[in-house]
């Protein structure tokens, strides 16, 4: 029994890692459409929306990041 819990612990792990990577390009994408709104509206309504979730995108991008690392999901590190 404990041999089948390994295999699904490391599907467990390998697709928490793989919903973070997700997660990340998600809100890289989305955070370059706000910038391209940023750098290139002369709305300033929309200037300010886009700036807003853009600081919004990037607490939630550095926070997924550090999840993923503490999981281990980094590189190289992870077994």
Avoid at 22 to 32: E, F, I, S, T, Y
Wanted: proline share 1%.
């Amino acid at each position: 029994m404990l041999l089948l819990g390994v295999p699904a612990a490391g599907r467990a792990a390998f697709d928490e890692c793989q919903l973070m990577d997700q997660v990340l390009n998600r809100l890289g994408n989305a955070m370059a459409i706000n910038r391209a709104i940023i750098a290139e509206s002369t709305d300033s309504a929309a200037v300010a929306v886009a700036s807003e979730a853009l600081t919004q995108q990037n607490e939630s991008y550095r926070r997924t990041k550090r999840q993923r690392s503490k999981a281990g999901c980094d590189g190289w590190e992870r077994d």
